[in-house]
């Protein structure tokens, strides 16, 4: 047996054991919540006090935090820190094992994944959002906005922006695999917000009309326009991380699309 398979492998011991200690505590705060032990409203300690009261690191704890958002179990509030959101949305165990970017090929994969669904996800969204799910949508998106106009990366509202987005979708099986998946979106959009382009006013601009054109066709109930959106969001958002630069789509093409 080759070392490397062993399932005595040091590396691969300890990230099962990541694994497990990152799923306890996402299992403890959901119990918590479902429970109404952790009420709707109720602010989280800090994350150097929770990850001190758990007994695991900053990584482990972030990843469970990550998950929780995701779901819509959690939200974070600029300035004031990690609470609760309400009873969870969707408490069903998620379809496959939440996955952990390893390389850079694993982002990429990420990013094909998302390719394949999101664009989906926002035309669903566009035929099925009601009110509340409007609502939540606009908020996230003036949440993003705000963020992002200071100078912050913003990742974690981006986060819930397209989380309330998949959670209009009213699909459980979207909202329960997007959800696995949050930890390599999230890293993702941190790289892509840390890159250095020579016009970051520039950027912040396109960022910004990327999510105003996909709320406008969600609000508009367009799923083809919203399909088309979130396509060309994904793509610059991956062009950005691997090249630099936005997607090398012809804005005219998106135009036909969002005319549709």
Do not use: W
């Not at 070392?3 to 590396?11: L, R, T």
């Not at 910004?208 to 060309?232: K, P, S, Y």
């Not at 090398?248 to 135009?255: D, F, G, I, K």
């Amino acid at each position: 047996m080759n070392v490397a398979d062993s399932p005595q492998n040091p590396a691969e011991m300890s990230e099962r054991r990541r694994k497990s200690l990152g799923e306890g505590v996402y299992a403890t705060i959901a119990g918590q919540i479902a429970s109404g032990e952790l009420p709707a409203g109720h602010l989280l300690p800090k994350e150097e006090e929770l990850a001190t009261e758990y007994g695991v690191s900053r990584t482990v704890l972030r990843e469970a935090l990550i998950r929780l958002r995701y779901e819509g179990q959690i939200e974070t509030k600029r300035g004031i820190g990690n609470r609760v959101a309400g009873p969870p949305l969707a408490r069903s165990e998620p379809m496959f094992e939440p996955a952990a970017p390893h390389s850079i090929a694993d982002l990429q994969a990420c990013f094909e994944y998302r390719m394949g669904v999101e664009p989906e996800i926002a035309a669903l969204a566009a035929m099925r959002a009601d009110r509340l799910d409007l609502t939540r949508i606009e908020a996230a998106a003036a949440a993003l906005e705000q963020v992002l106009r200071s100078g912050e990366l913003g990742a974690e509202q981006d986060i819930a922006f397209h989380t309330a987005i998949t959670l209009a979708s009213h699909n459980t099986y979207y909202i329960r695999t997007i959800s696995a998946i949050a930890v390599p979106v999230e890293i993702g959009m941190k790289i892509a917000g840390t890159l250095a382009p020579s016009d970051p006013t520039a950027r912040l601009q396109t960022t910004l009309d990327e999510h105003r054109a996909i709320l406008q066709a969600i609000r508009d109930g367009n799923a083809e326009a919203a399909r088309a959106a979130m396509r060309h969001h994904i793509e610059s958002s991956m062009a950005r991380v691997f090249t630099g630069a936005a997607s090398t789509r012809q804005p005219s093409a998106l135009q036909r699309d969002l005319r549709a």
